[in-house]
């Protein structure tokens, strides 16, 4: 396998800036270790790092708690809460299940208004608990069954009480998020009070509400285990690293739908044929996602979401987190630790992977799975992004270096922008930064960064949707294009 001289500078850690992962030095103050004096960070102070990370990582507890758990063996059984069962998540999530039928058992399933694929996992999995979008889509649900002839009815509901009810029935252990956007906060902060782990599928909780969920997971003691290809590689690459030895994560990206083209070239696209570039952007060349993530992928947001999610699962600082282009997405990501070791994460470009181990950590499932040939590899590479062709990333950190509620801003926006250009009204490619970017600045005199609450973060979340609508309705001689 060749590795070009761009991947041989990531993998020796001399890409990108001053960016690294580690936890807040405000651990050690709670160790009974001697020597855990290390402080993480690439400035080896740990400044800029939170004090409690919401993932098991990057303390002398999580090392005892992942020690233990290994220990009790793989013949491990749990019951699943599974948010968005008819999604890409959930049914990838389900396949999980069927290859591993000794060790998950599904309690409750929860999704949009696909009732025929609903009724259909009903009838194989057998859930206690059955929750649709619409009461419209719960009752054609029940017909379904009905017609179906099934022996164990579940319980069928609707709406937002639906989603709580399947995400907290009382015998599930583990509940899977695959709820796209900040639909899923609320679910899983009744899920964390109960005491039940998080597969965390859905990047808005943390994005949005970080400020809440990282206290709530700490104060009922509760697991928080990323399900997305990025984190997880982060998460599986940090499972030995003792507290204090981390110094930087480097996030890898596909690059999207443009990653091809140069920034006057999508520039160009954008102004001469919008039309194609609303079909290309819809269209990822690796991965098979929902519409609103694949949309995220082709401006880069879904990589500037994730640098916020990195500081919430794993602590780091901002100035602690890299951004790198890979288009091959084998290497899902990496860390540097204090030594400068870069340790890596490969496989091939398959959701199940991370999925299998938010589940079944820290334990290693066998799966029927097409291992990684690396022979079959010709050439792996590795580039910075150019974020004046993104500049949704560089939202991404402004908003998260700002703190509080301004990335639940962020992401309110985006979801909003996002979904008005896949509805097809007008919206141009481009002018979803610019939407973001308005909605931030509109947030600045408003922003709230101690002292959180939900209901802060909801407001945030329901004004930065409406600001979008609004100025859409303004600007939209400026805005849209014909």
């Known amino acids: 396998m060749k590795i070009s001289a761009n991947a041989a500078l990531v993998l020796s850690c001399l890409v990108g800036s001053s960016a690294a992962f580690a936890p807040s030095n405000k651990n050690a103050a709670h160790s009974t270790s001697l020597y855990s004096t290390n402080k993480s960070g690439s400035k080896g102070t740990g400044e800029g790092w939170l004090a409690r990370p919401s993932a098991p990582v990057n303390s002398e507890a999580s090392a005892k708690l992942t020690l233990k758990k290994t220990m009790e063996g793989s013949s491990f059984q749990k019951r699943l809460s599974l948010l968005g069962s008819t999604g890409s998540i959930g049914t990838q999530t389900l396949e999980i299940v069927d290859a591993c039928p000794d060790n998950f058992i599904v309690d409750a399933l929860s999704a949009g208004n696909n009732s025929e694929l609903m009724a259909e996992q009903v009838m194989k999995y057998k859930p206690k608990v059955a929750s649709m979008y619409t009461p419209e889509a719960a009752a054609d649900l029940k017909e379904r069954l009905i017609a179906f002839g099934c022996q164990q009815m579940p319980e069928i509901l609707h709406g937002d009480d639906g989603i709580l009810a399947a995400a907290t029935i009382d015998s599930a252990d583990t509940v899977v998020t695959g709820i796209v956007g900040a639909a899923g906060l609320k679910p ?221 801003v962020l992401n309110a926006a985006n979801e909003a922008a996002n979904e008005k250009f896949r509805e097809d009204v007008g919206l141009g490619f481009l002018d979803i930064p610019k939407l973001i970017e308005g909605a931030m600045e509109a947030h600045k005199e408003d922003l709230k960064t101690s002292d959180i609450t939900l209901d802060d973060i909801l407001s945030c979340d329901a004004w930065a949707r409406e600001y979008v609508e609004t100025a859409m309705a303004k600007d939209s001689e400026k805005i849209l294009f014909v």
């Not at 949005?208 to 997880?232: F, K, R, W």
């Not at 938010?358 to 799975?369: D, F, G, Q, T």
Request: charged share 20%.
């Open 188 to 408: 899983t902060i009744e899920a964390i009070k109960l005491k039940k782990d998080i597969a965390l599928a859905n990047k808005e909780t943390l994005i949005s509400g970080g400020p809440v969920i990282n206290p709530l997971v700490e104060e009922y003691g509760v697991n928080l285990l990323p399900a997305d290809s990025e984190h997880s590689a982060i998460f599986q690459c940090l499972q030995g690293v003792p507290e204090g030895g981390l110094r930087r994560v480097i996030l890898t990206a596909s690059g999207g739908a443009f990653r091809d083209l140069s920034k006057q070239e999508l520039f160009d696209m954008c102004e001469n044929d919008p039309r194609a570039v609303q079909a290309k952007a819809t269209t990822h060349p690796n991965w098979d996602m929902g519409a609103k993530i694949t949309l995220d992928s082709a401006t880069m947001m879904n990589k500037g979401l994730e640098v916020i999610e990195a500081h919430y699962l794993f602590g780091a600082s901002y100035d602690d987190i890299d951004v790198v282009i890979h288009p091959q997405s084998i290497v899902h990501s990496m860390v540097e630790t204090q030594d400068t070791s870069c340790l890596a994460q490969l496989g091939w470009a398959d959701m199940r992977l991370p999925l299998v181990y938010s589940v079944s950590w820290p334990h290693r499932l066998k799966m029927p799975y097409r291992p990684l040939d690396l022979a079959e590899l010709s050439t792996l590479t590795f580039t910075k992004p150019d974020t004046s062709k993104y500049p949704c990333i560089g939202l991404a950190y402004e908003a998260g270096r700002a703190g509080g509620t301004m990335t639940a």
